[in-house]
C-alpha cells in the first residue's frame, strides 16, 4: 500500500486494540458500528447507545487526523489471530495491515462525543482506584434481583473515598485517598464496575475523576470516558452493621489460614473455634469429618460457623503476612482486616439452630 497519499496512518499492537474492541463488545450495546478515531500520537473508539456510551484512546504510533465508522464485527473478526504490529490507514477507504495481509474496508465518515457531565464528585489515581475494585467485585451481588446490592457505592467523604461492595452475605470496603469535591455516593452497577476494572487496567496509569449529576454518572480520564445513567436506587444502609468493637481480636497468619480453608472448600460450613493457641476448622465433606488447625495469637475466643468459600475470598484479596479477626460472640459476624491495607471485610454467621 501506498502510504503516502494516507489521511491518517496509526500503528499500535494488535493484542492492545483487540483487549480494547472486546471491552466495547461486553458493554452489549444495542449498536454494530464504533467510530475509529486517528489522532496524532494516539487511536481512539467510541460508542453510544441511549444514555450508555465509552471511549478508549489508546497511546499509538499515529499521524494525521481522521474519524470513521466501523463494523464492531469486522474489528473483531480482524483482530482474532494477531499478535504484532498492525497499521491502520485511511485515503477514502479503510485500510488494516496485519503479519497476515491487507484488509480493505469502504470509509464511512463519523463523529461521536459523548455527554459531559459537569459536577465532580471525586479524583484519584487511576492503580488506586483499580487496586480497590479486585478486592471489592467478588462481594457484590451478581444478580439484578438484588438490584440495591447490584454494584459497587462509591462514597465520597470528607477523609476521602469509601468504595463498598456486599452480596448480603459478606460485605467488604476500602479506604483510599482522593480529592473529594463534594460528599456524595454513586453506585456503579456491577456491569460497569467490571468494565471500568478491564479498562483501567488496559489505559497507562492516570487520575481519574467520577462525576454525577441527578441523572448520568461519568467516569472519565484522558485516556476514556465511561457515561451510564445513574441507577435510581440506593445502596442499604451499610454502616448500621458495622461493629464498633469487639470482644475477641485475634492475629493468624494469612496463608497459614488461606491453607486451611482451602482445604475445606468440599463443604458448604465450617466451624471456626478458639481452643488454646490455635484455631480448630471443623467440617464435614461426605461421610467424614475433618479438623484443621491454624496458630493463632491475641486475646478473646472465637465460635461461629460460616461459608468457607466467603472467608476464602476475603483472604484471597487481601495483600498481608497477617490477618486480625475481629469477634463479638457466637453466631456474631467475624471481621477480617490485614496487617497492612485500608480494607475491611466482614463475612456473615451461618446461624446455629
Do not use: W
Not at 182 to 201: C, D, H, R, T, Y
Amino acid at each position: 500500500m501506498n502510504t503516502n497519499i494516507a489521511t491518517s496512518i496509526a500503528r499500535i499492537r494488535g493484542t492492545q486494540l483487540k483487549k480494547a474492541v472486546m471491552l466495547f463488545s461486553k458493554m452489549k450495546l444495542n449498536t454494530p458500528q464504533v467510530i475509529l478515531s486517528i489522532r496524532q500520537g494516539s487511536l481512539g473508539i467510541t460508542a453510544m447507545y441511549g444514555g450508555t456510551g465509552l471511549n478508549v484512546i489508546l497511546p499509538s504510533d499515529s499521524i494525521g487526523k481522521d474519524d470513521c465508522e466501523i463494523e464492531l464485527q469486522n474489528l473483531k473478526d480482524i483482530l482474532s489471530g494477531v499478535k504484532g504490529i498492525i497499521e491502520i490507514a485511511t485515503n477514502g477507504s479503510v485500510i488494516i495491515n496485519t503479519e497476515t495481509g491487507e484488509i480493505v474496508l469502504p470509509f464511512t465518515p463519523g463523529k461521536l462525543s459523548l455527554p459531559s457531565v459537569k459536577s465532580e464528585v471525586v479524583s484519584l489515581g487511576s492503580r488506586e482506584l483499580l487496586k480497590s475494585l479486585t478486592k471489592l467485585l467478588p462481594f457484590s451481588a451478581t444478580s439484578e434481583n438484588k438490584r440495591n446490592l447490584f454494584g459497587v457505592l462509591a462514597e465520597a467523604q470528607g477523609s476521602g473515598l469509601r468504595l463498598v461492595a456486599s452480596d448480603g452475605f459478606r460485605l467488604g470496603y476500602v479506604d483510599t485517598t482522593g480529592v473529594i469535591t463534594k460528599s456524595e455516593a454513586v453506585m456503579i452497577p456491577l456491569q460497569f464496575a467490571k468494565l471500568l476494572q478491564g479498562i483501567l487496567k488496559l489505559v497507562p496509569e492516570c487520575e481519574v475523576s467520577i462525576r454525577a449529576d441527578k441523572s448520568a454518572v461519568k467516569i472519565q480520564s484522558e485516556y476514556f470516558e465511561l457515561v451510564f445513567p445513574r441507577p435510581d436506587f440506593d445502596f442499604p444502609d451499610y454502616k448500621r452493621i458495622l461493629p464498633s468493637g469487639f470482644k475477641s481480636e485475634l492475629k493468624v497468619n494469612r496463608e497459614e489460614l488461606l491453607e486451611a480453608i482451602n482445604r475445606s472448600l468440599g463443604t458448604e460450613n465450617v466451624r471456626l473455634t478458639r481452643e488454646g493457641g490455635v484455631i480448630n476448622i471443623t467440617g464435614k465433606i461426605g461421610e467424614g469429618n475433618f479438623v484443621h488447625k491454624v496458630s493463632v495469637a491475641g486475646e478473646g475466643e472465637l465460635k461461629a460457623t460460616f461459608n468457607p468459600k466467603f472467608l476464602r475470598d476475603a483472604i484471597v484479596a487481601m495483600d498481608t503476612e497477617l490477618v486480625t479477626m475481629g469477634f463479638i460472640e457466637t453466631n456474631s459476624p467475624l471481621q477480617l482486616v490485614p496487617e497492612e491495607g485500608e480494607e475491611k471485610y466482614i463475612i456473615m454467621p451461618i446461624r446455629d439452630i
